[in-house]
């Protein structure tokens, strides 16, 4: 196989999609609609997708990995990834995660009616590579045995206001070493006080990562989401461009994870992190005996626990404390590091002219 674990039964059932549309804006200025946060290399010296194509490369070969995403963002994307053609499924327009994966599971379903798909992100930071090979397992061979819709869920470290969170219910029989559970509830990013009692509860993240037969979604789909299962009918007829203008735009967690009652979690035994802002890269770098995390040329002087991220030219910073400093040949950035979880509620209220952020919003 082509990781470096030892190949599973399951492998050859497994079907990968990678979920990459969306711009990343809360990573502004250097993710543009041009050149999404997915091009850029936040976790690590590589851009996040080839990163996470790299970790899907452990499981699948090329031939059943894809990369669902929009037509503007294929031609970065194949100059960044190593793929075939085949592996983009291009969607017509961007509905959210649950028309789109909708509609993938629709055309793998058709030719590989058996298949067991799995679902990332990315922009995920995923150490390491052994534990996401073991997970990923063992909740492809708890879908394809009981017909469950799987999501990974991780132990929290901080009550963090920006993810969902896994109520875990009964406990399920899973592989050796990890822990499985039905999923009593989701809740989608509650306030601090809530997600520091969720915390103690023993409640989990929700990383996205979700695996799932592609028949039983396709019949999750339709008796739970009728706004999304009533126009199947049109992909069955090839007529895709008609299915993306009718079907409504909503999330995968909202139509089909919150109304399904066949949802269960894997716990995972891997650190993640889904990289949502700035503030992440003070998680994803090790930090100078200052707390300081700097990507790109420059130097901090007298200063501590700012977050520099610099393209071009040298970003000096002098005594200065906890600042977010983004420089690009388009635009620089300077916030309070407090602030960058509400840096899309700045971009909200910048005219389009400002941020280049012209339509995706």
Do not use: C
Request: a negative charge.
């Amino acid at each position: 196989m082509h990781g470096s674990a030892k190949s599973s039964a399951i492998d050859e059932k497994l079907q990968i999609v990678v979920l990459a549309g969306g711009i990343g804006s809360r990573f502004w200025p250097a993710s543009t609609p041009r050149r999404p946060k997915q091009l850029l290399p936040l976790a690590s010296e590589r851009p996040l997708i080839v990163d996470t194509v790299s970790r899907a490369e452990s499981l699948v070969p090329p031939e059943r990995l894809h990369i669902l995403a929009g037509e503007h963002l294929a031609a970065p994307f194949r100059s960044a990834l190593d793929l075939p053609e085949s592996s983009y499924m291009l969607e017509p327009a961007a509905k959210g995660t649950a028309p789109v994966l909708a509609w993938a599971a629709h055309n793998l379903a058709r030719i590989h009616p058996e298949s067991v798909m799995v679902s990332l992100h990315s922009d995920h930071r995923i150490e390491p590579l052994g534990g996401f090979i073991q997970v990923v397992r063992a909740a492809a061979e708890l879908a394809d045995r009981d017909g469950l819709l799987l999501t990974v869920g991780v132990v929290p470290t901080r009550p963090e206001t920006g993810y969902g969170y896994i109520e875990p219910g009964s406990e399920l029989e899973a592989a050796e070493g990890l822990r499985a559970f039905e999923v009593d509830s989701f809740t989608e990013k509650p306030d601090a006080a809530t997600a520091s009692t969720y915390m103690n509860a023993g409640y989990f993240w929700n990383t996205g990562i979700f695996v799932w037969r592609v028949d039983r979604f396709l019949e999750e789909v339709r008796e739970h989401a009728p706004e999304i299962g009533d126009l199947l009918h049109l992909l069955d007829d090839g007529r895709p461009d008609e299915f993306f203008a009718r079907v409504p735009s909503i999330t995968v967690d909202v139509a089909i994870m919150e109304r399904s009652m066949r949802v269960a979690t894997v716990a995972a035994t891997f650190e993640w992190d889904d990289v949502g802002n700035w503030e992440a890269l003070a998680r994803t770098h090790t930090p100078d005996e200052n707390g300081n995390v700097r990507v790109g040329p420059g130097a901090i002087v007298g200063g501590g626990g700012n977050i520099v991220y610099g393209e071009g030219a040298p970003v000096v910073l002098y005594g200065v404390d906890d600042l977010v400093v983004v420089r690009t040949d388009e635009a620089t950035l300077v916030i309070r590091r407090e602030l960058a979880p509400d840096l899309k509620s700045l971009l909200d209220g910048l005219p389009a002219d400002v941020t280049n952020l012209e339509g995706d919003r």
